[in-house]
């Protein structure tokens, strides 16, 4: 794939390198530079490059050297990725480079990836959305070093009681419990915990609200996880038939199906 002298901000998905867009994959293979977030991004994605790629890691760079690095490659006329895990819209810290990117007039283009929310749900085997039971998912984090804007504390958001995925938030859990139940969660809402979805060594908790501080300190989880709550996390919700969705419901007529009257 010829690339473009500009920058690639790259999804690379949640850690396994299969779940990396194909596109993504051309863009490390067909890039004259590559710069990833090597705390969280797998190396092994780092094989798509070709052997002349100059391959750098940013976990231990600051903004203004990374920004830097892409620019001054740009400018000598080579192709850049640059690699976040997962979506680079959420949580990504991508504005911020985007920002001085555009400053300096070089141009990039965002490639999107499979966020670490869904790669959770997956190992969960579970559906965020249930009809009739819950039809949103609130993605947020739980407020520490970076505060929440006012209005969006978790005992807030939490009061809608829909599905919750909190990112960045491992350490947190016994706040988010404390809030969940301030707003009126029942102490047995189903949480599971999916930490390095994806990842050889993934790990899978389910617990309560309740019980989830003293599953995740058993397990020793305090980083790289995924906190999915609400009801829709039911391991045994497949086999209640009460959240049939109307799309394959044989008495709903749609666009490309005619609906059987029934009796
Ligand atoms: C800086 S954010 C990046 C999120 C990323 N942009 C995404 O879409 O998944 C890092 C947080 O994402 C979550 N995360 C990223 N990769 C994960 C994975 N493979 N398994 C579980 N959680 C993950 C964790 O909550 C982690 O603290």
Redesign the pocket.
Known sequence: MKLDAKVYIV?AG??DPELITVKGMRILQGADVVIY?DS?VRAELIDYCGPTTQVYKSAGMALEEIVHLMVSHVREGRSVARV??????????ILEQIGLLRRAEVPYEVVP?????F??AAALGAELTVPELTQTVILT?VGGRTPMPEGEQLRDLAKHHTTLA?????TLAKKAVDDLLAAGWSPDTPVAV??????PD?LVIRSTLSGLVRAMGDAHVS?????LAGWALQPDLALSDGHRSKLYDKTFTHRYRKGVVEG
């Open positions: 999804g949640p850690g977030t969280l976040h895990t997962g979506d680079p819209a959420v949580f990504g810290a990836g499979v966020s670490s929310v790669a959770a984090r909190l990112f960045l938030s491992a999916v930490q390095k979805a994806t990842w993934q980083s790289h996880a995924m906190i």
